[in-house]
Each structure stands twice: as C-alpha cells, then as structure tokens.
C-alpha cells in the first residue's frame, strides 16, 4: 500500500498527467479509499514540489507541470470523495488584483493550496475589488487570497479588506495578501488577517487561520 | 553638499562612456516609464501610445533630475500584438503598462500558421519608429526593441503556458524562438536601412528568463542560443551596439551571458538581485549599469534613497570605474516620489565625480 501511495507522490514530478490518473486508478482499485490516496498521495507529492521549488531545485516550468499531473488527478479523486463530519473543508477564493496581470505566482499559491486539498475557486487576474467580494458570497468562502506584483496595485488590497469587513458573510472571511512587493506589516497594517512569503507559506496560513477560528 | 559643476554635456558623457574615454561623473539614468507619464501631467496610456507626448514626458523628466538617459520606445509585452495578437492600452485605473488582451496562439500547431509579419507595419514598431525619428531629429540615441527574442516568443501564448512547453513540447518552443528571431532581426534590418550603419542601438530586456522563472540549464537550451545568434546578427547587419536589461534573479545565468556578443562595448544593465561586483567581473569590456532596489525608490525615506545609491554608486566606481552608469535595478512604479529621483541625483552629485 505504501508503494503505491509513494510512487503517487513521485509520479508529479515526472510530468505526465496519465501516468499519475494511471496510478491512481490503480490505487484506487486496490481497495486504498480515495482520501488516502489524495492526503498520502498527490498531496504528499505537492509539498516535495513545493518544497524542491523553495529550495531553487525546481522552477516555474516544473511546478507548473506537476500542478496539471495533480489537477488532471483530482478531477478522477474529487467524485469520489465522501465528506465526513470531521472534515474541514476550506474554500479559498483567489486572485490578482485589478490592474495587474502578474498572475505565476498566485497560480503557484492556488495549485499548492489545492494541493492541500482546499477549494479553490480561482477568479483570474484584473480583478476588481467587489468581484472578490462577490465571489467569497457565491461561493462561501473562508478565504479572500489577494496578489499583487506591483506596487502601483498593491493600493487595491486594502480596498478588498475593507470591502470585506463591511459584507454581512455567513462565515468569518479572511482576507490574505501577498506577491513580491508586499511584506507583513504593510499587509497587517492595511487589513490583512495573514501574508505569506510564498506559496508553501501560504498554504500554512490558510492552515492556521482556519484551525484559531 | 558638493561645490562641483559639471563639465560635460550629458550629450559628451554619453559619447564619452561609449568610446571608453573619461568623464566628469559617471552617468545617471532614473529609469521610470509611467513615472516620466505622471511627472509630466500625461497619461500612462500615453506613453505608450502617442510617440510625441511620451518623447516630451520623457525629455523633460531626465532634463529636471539631471538624468543623462535619452528617451526611448518600450513595450515589454511585445511579440503578441506584432504576430497579430491584440493589445490592450493602459487607461484603466492603477494599469501600470500595455496588456495582452488576445494571444495570437494558445496550441503548439497554431504555429505552423503563424507567418513573420512585415516589420513596417507590426504591432507597435510604425510607433516605435515614429519614436526613431523624434530620436534622430534631436540628435540622440536612435534604438528600437530588439529581444529579448525568449521575452517576446513567450508573449504569443503567455508565459505560463511557455514555461509547459519547454517540458512537454520543446520542438514548439524551438519554433516560436525560430520566428521571434527571424521577426526582430527583421526589424533590426528596417531602422538599419532607415537611419544608417552604425547609428542605432538595440535595446533588450530579459525579464522571463531570469532564474525566479526558469533553470539556468533551461535558459542555456532555449534562450541562450537564440541570443547569440541575434546579437551576431545585428551587429553584423550595422546595428551599433546592443543595449540589455538582464532583468531580475540572473546569477546562475550570469557564465552563460558571457558568451553573448553586445557589440564593443556593449551595455547591461542588472536589477538589485545581480551585484554590481559579479556583473563587473562577468562583463570586463562591456558598460555595467544599475542596480538600486526599484522597491527602494518607491517605498523608501529620501535617506534611504540617498544611502541606497551611495552604496552603488561606490561599488559601480570600484568595480567597473569609467564604465559604470547609476541606475535603478529596473523601472520604477509611476508612483514613485519625485523627491526619491532627486535623492539618487543628488547622490550622484555628491558621489559620482571622477
Ligand atoms: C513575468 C513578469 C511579467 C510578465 C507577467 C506574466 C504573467 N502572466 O504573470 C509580463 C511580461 C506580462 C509583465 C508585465 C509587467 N511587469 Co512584470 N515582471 C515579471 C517578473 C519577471 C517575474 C514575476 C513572476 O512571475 N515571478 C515568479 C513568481 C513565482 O513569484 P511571485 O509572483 O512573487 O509569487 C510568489 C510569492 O510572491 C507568493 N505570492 C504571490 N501571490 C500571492 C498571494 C498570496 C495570498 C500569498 C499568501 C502569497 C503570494 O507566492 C508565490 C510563489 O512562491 C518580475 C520580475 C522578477 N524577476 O520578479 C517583473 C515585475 C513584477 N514586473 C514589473 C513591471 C513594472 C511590469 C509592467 C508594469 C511593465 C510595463 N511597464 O509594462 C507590466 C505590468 C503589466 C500589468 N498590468 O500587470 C516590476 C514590478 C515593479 C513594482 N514592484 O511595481 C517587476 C518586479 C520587474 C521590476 N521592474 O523590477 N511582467
């Protein structure tokens, strides 16, 4: 069983999508239940990328790569998933901020949080402050992730945050900041609830923000 | 403050720095596009988008922070419009540059398809040689966009889906460089013809192949002999000399740079991420510019401005004296306060003299 599960996780990083659906199936025939193969699995295999991508091991092409092997895998994994009352299901909504179109890195973040096995419902780039809002309502989100890789840009994170705190949500949103320019402080200081580094940071914050509410 | 006057013409120092001959200061560019918009009362859009304004923005803004760059065309999303891909200009609050608003291929086979558009009339070069000729009717550098052809080839279908390819399709990435080559040395023949053997410059920026995106190992197999050919191509052609902006984290990149030809001298600028002292030693003939934190000029106290570009100044004259010019490591946010430009020209004056 722990084979298998292993040869999952390696698989990303070979970067062929149907060999990964392939040993999934294959998993999953074996009688492993499917959230076994996602958690020991893919998700497994997500934090290596993640974690050869920090150390400079890896780049952009590679994690990009890794992350359709993972998506193409979690298309087979997700019907098959049953939701137990333990479960913390975690939906974030993500995207660039209006004016910018840098959106690498906030694909990077998505792809590692759904990684991690949250919902993520990307919004793209060039997004308006109130899409983000009325994105997080739709879709009843726990997180607003924003990224802005300009400094002229940043400016329209701290109208998100406030956006949010204004919104009668059903839950209690979170509102998370980062790319290159931004840095804690700034991010705390202008209405932030968390900034990461980057994406393997990020997917820890989503981590911690969720489990202190 | 510092009783010294300058002696030379940024006109002189300019001419003087390009045959290696001495100058009263080392020269300073502050490097800023939307910055020289806002400056001057234009609009981002304009910069881009009406050669006049955008020269006049532009001269003005260098002429008030005693600035020795000569204005110049850019468009850093280049390569998409030009294969007939559309652009969208910067008119929406906060937008910062042009856009790409349709690729011109999104799948490997649309290449087959793609033809090599007619340099007069592609995308943005009938602005930019507008431009050229605002350039040569006052008397200052002439240059056009020329790469960088990895930069630009990534443009037709974004960089994203680029960065797929060169694991997945790599043939199709050897295409789109193949055609980005062929297209910008097709340009580099029209503004040859235009104005002259020797006279105009070919300027560069090579933001996507920096190390923060791709391996060094991937840089050596799809950018670096694209960029070797280029550059012996233009300047074989009469292209003066090349101008590159090695955009971002470059180090592991750096001994493969070594191999390109800019011409004698040729000039590199590098962001805050390459130290002055490496790209000195890399580059022993060519010019070295740079490389203040941009985030520094536009989020930093004047003191800091002022510290930041002493530090720099002193290791561009330690380490490439005679051929050092002080600039920011890459453009600075539209945003950016006046007063921070005129800190690092203040820190020029105060420091730079020879
Ligand atoms: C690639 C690139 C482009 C591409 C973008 C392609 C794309 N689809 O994204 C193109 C060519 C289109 C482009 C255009 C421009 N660019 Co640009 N670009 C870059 C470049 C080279 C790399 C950015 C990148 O992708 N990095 C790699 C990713 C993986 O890193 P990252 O984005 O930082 O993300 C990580 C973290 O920040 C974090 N993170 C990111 N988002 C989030 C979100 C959350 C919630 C969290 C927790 C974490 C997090 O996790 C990520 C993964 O670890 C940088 C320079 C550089 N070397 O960094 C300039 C840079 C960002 N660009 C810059 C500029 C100025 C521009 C233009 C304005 C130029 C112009 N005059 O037209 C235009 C703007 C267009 C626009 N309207 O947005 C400047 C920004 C300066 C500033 N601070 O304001 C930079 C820094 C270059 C410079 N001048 O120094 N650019």
Excluded at chain 1, 71 to 83: D, F, G, N, T, Y
Excluded at chain 2, 178 to 207: C, N, W
């Amino acid at each position: 069983m722990m084979d298998i599960l292993k040869k999952i996780a390696e698989s990303l990083m070979e970067f062929e999508p149907e060999d990964t659906i392939a040993l999934v199936n294959e998993a999953l025939a074996s009688g492993i239940d499917a959230k076994t193969v996602l958690n020991e699995g893919l998700i497994k295999g997500m934090d290596i990328v993640g974690q050869l991508f920090k150390t400079n091991e890896i780049y952009v092409p590679e994690v990009t790569m890794a992350a359709e092997c993972l998506q193409e895998a979690l298309v087979v994994i997700k019907p098959l998933l049953k939701e137990e009352p333990s479960d913390v299901k975690v939906t974030v909504v993500i995207g660039t901020v209006e004016g910018d179109v840098h959106d690498i890195g906030k694909n990077l973040v998505a792809v590692m949080m759904e990684g991690a096995g949250f919902e993520v419902i990307d919004i793209g780039n060039n997004v308006l402050a109130q899409t983000f809002i009325d994105a997080a309502k739709e879709h009843n989100a726990d997180i607003i992730a924003c990224s802005a890789l300009l400094t002229t840009t940043m400016a329209v994170m701290p109208e998100v945050a406030a956006l949010a705190k204004n919104e009668k949500f059903e839950k209690d949103v979170k509102v998370l900041f980062g790319g290159a320019p931004i840095f804690e402080k700034w991010a705390l200081e202008n209405g932030a609830d968390g900034y990461a580094e980057d994406a393997s940071g990020a997917v820890q914050l989503v981590k911690d923000l969720v489990s202190r509410k | 403050m510092t009783a010294k006057l300058p002696t030379m013409t940024y006109q002189e120092r300019y001419n003087a720095l390009l045959n290696k001959q001495p100058t009263d200061r080392i020269p300073f560019f502050h490097r800023g596009y939307g910055f020289c918009a806002k400056n001057t009362g234009f609009s981002i859009a304009d910069i881009y988008e009406d050669p006049e304004k955008s020269y006049l923005a532009q001269s003005r803004t260098a002429e008030q922070f005693h600035s020795d760059g000569t204005p110049f065309y850019t468009f850093v999303s280049y390569g998409s419009w030009e294969f007939g891909g559309e652009i969208h200009w910067p008119v929406d609050r906060y937008a910062s540059g042009p856009s790409v608003s349709k690729r011109p291929i999104s799948k490997p086979e649309e290449l087959d398809d793609l033809i090599l558009p007619d340099p007069k009339t592609a995308g943005c070069v009938p602005k930019m040689m507008e431009f050229a000729k605002l350039q040569e009717k006052n008397n200052v550098q002439i240059a056009f966009i020329c790469g960088s052809p990895f930069t630009h080839a990534a443009n037709l279908c974004g960089v994203e889906t680029f960065m797929k390819w060169m694991i997945k399709k790599p043939d199709a990435v050897h295409k789109a460089m193949r055609l980005m080559t062929d297209h910008i040395i097709s340009v580099a023949q029209y503004f040859v013809d235009t104005f002259g053997e020797g006279k105009v410059l070919a300027r560069s920026a090579a933001p996507s192949e920096s190390n923060k995106l791709i391996s060094p190992k991937h840089f050596e197999t799809f950018a670096l002999p694209y960029l070797k050919e280029l550059h012996a191509k233009v300047l074989e052609i009469g292209v003066d000399r090349i101008y590159c902006h090695v955009c971002g984290e470059h180090n592991d990149n750096l001994p493969l740079w070594a191999e390109v030809p800019f011409g004698d001298p040729g000039m590199l600028s590098f962001g805050h991420e390459v130290s002055i002292e490496d790209a000195a030693k890399t580059f022993p003939n060519h010019i070295i510019a740079g490389n203040l934190d941009p985030q520094i000029i536009a989020k930093g106290t004047p003191e800091e401005v002022f510290e930041g570009s002493r530090k720099v100044i002193e290791d561009g004259m330690k380490f490439a004296p005679g051929r050092f010019l002080f600039m920011s490591g890459c453009e600075i946010p539209s945003n950016t306060p006046g007063y921070n430009i005129y800190m690092m020209q203040k820190a020029v004056e105060e420091f730079g003299w020879y």
